[in-house]
Structures are given as structure tokens and as C-alpha cells.
């Protein structure tokens, strides 16, 4: 039970530290090219304002207008889809990896019976009479 707890902090841990490695992906080298080619946009001031100018000015200095920030929508969602892909890149080499260590582990088992030639029955491997018509069997050499 410790083992799987200390196996379940260290992925908490590396997974961690991998979200921040792809926000920073994200944020400082995929967006900017993308914003460079659609016009110099700074994906993370993209944002709908929800108050016009006219609005705004009847209100305080220290007020913050609330806005729909959908440029930080964007490279959160696409942040996500990498950690996203790459989790099931992971799942499905780990998969793979189990099912030859499975298929290595599963040794053809040796049989345990055989067909009698008389009556096509089935009798235990070592057996020199067959328990069905009672013939006589040949003996099975193992080596």
C-alpha cells in the first residue's frame, strides 16, 4: 500500500511540473507565431468587454469592468489538448508494454490430457488405459 501512495505523489509531483512545462509551450512559443500570422494578436488580451465606454464612465475609478477573456480560453483549452494528447500517448505505450510483459509471462502450458484413437474421448496425459472403452494406451513420454 506505501508503495502505490509514494507512486501516486511522484506522478502528482511530475504531473505538476508537466502542466507548467506545457503552459509555457503554449503561452511563449505556439501562440505567438499564431497571433503573428492572424495580425500581431496577443492571444491573452483577447476579451469582450461587457460594459461600453459610456457605461463605464459613471462608475468609479478603482471599478474593474468584467469581461470575457476567450484569448485566455484559447490557450488554456489548447494547453489542455497537449496534456491531453500526450496522457494518451502514454496510457497506449504503457498498454503495449503490458501486454508483451503479458504475453513474455504466459508460457504455453503443457496439456493435461489426450484423445483416446479408439473411442476419441478424453483421458488424463498419463493414463495407459482409457477409462471410456479401456483400450490400451500408449504411454506419453515427457522430456
Do not use: W
Amino acid at each position: 500500500m506505501r508503495g502505490n501512495v509514494i507512486d501516486l505523489a511522484v506522478g502528482v509531483i511530475i504531473g505538476g511540473a508537466f502542466g507548467k512545462i506545457v503552459t509555457s509551450l503554449v503561452n511563449d512559443v505556439i501562440m505567438p507565431p499564431i497571433g503573428r500570422v492572424l495580425g500581431g494578436v496577443d492571444f491573452k488580451h483577447l476579451k469582450i468587454p461587457l460594459y461600453t465606454k459610456e457605461q463605464l464612465d459613471d462608475k468609479p475609478a478603482d471599478f474593474v469592468a468584467p469581461v470575457i477573456a476567450y484569448g485566455q480560453f484559447i490557450n488554456v483549452l489548447i494547453d489542455f489538448l497537449i496534456v491531453a494528447f500526450c496522457i494518451f500517448m502514454l496510457v497506449k505505450v504503457i498498454n503495449v508494454l503490458r501486454r508483451t510483459e503479458k504475453k513474455k509471462d504466459e508460457a504455453p502450458a503443457a496439456p493435461t490430457e489426450k484423445e483416446c484413437p479408439y473411442c476419441l474421448s478424453m483421458v488424463p496425459i498419463k493414463a495407459t488405459r482409457c477409462k471410456h472403452c479401456t483400450s490400451q494406451l500408449e504411454a506419453v513420454q515427457h522430456g
